[in-house]
């Protein structure tokens, strides 16, 4: 069965940092790309930042550009998202979520975790 587990959200002052992790389960993680995507309070989902499972290529939404990280690690299963300077608007519900075709950076996902809350605010 196919899971995500994500972690590590949390309530931070403007300002700070969170890194949070989705840990991926059921599938062969090294193949598929990966991404972030966070749904704000009243707001439809935002896609955040994808990492390509090829050759580690990253891209991120203009509003996190400079500021948020992706990255994973093969071995452990596990996607990250550092976080830094976070402002009162990257408050929302993070999901990571698997791109439904293996390889192909589709864009569109098939499977998501729970979500990890992270709330900024002072």
């Known amino acids: 069965e196919v899971q995500l587990v994500e972690s590590g959200g949390d309530m931070v002052q403007p300002g700070g940092s969170l890194r949070l992790s989705c840990a991926a389960f059921?599938?062969?993680?090294?193949?598929?790309?990966m991404a972030w995507v966070r749904q704000a309070p009243g707001k439809g989902p935002e896609w955040v930042s994808d990492i390509r499972t090829a050759n580690g290529h990253t891209a991120y939404a203009d509003s996190v550009k400079d500021r948020f990280t992706i990255s994973r690690d093969n071995a452990r299963n596990t996607l990250y998202l550092q976080m830094n300077s976070l402002q009162p608007d990257d408050t929302a519900l993070y999901y990571c979520a698997r791109d439904i075709v293996p390889g192909w950076g589709t864009k569109a996902y098939d499977y998501w975790g729970q979500g990890t809350q992270v709330t900024v605010s002072s």
């Open positions: 059921g599938f062969s993680f090294s193949n598929y790309d």
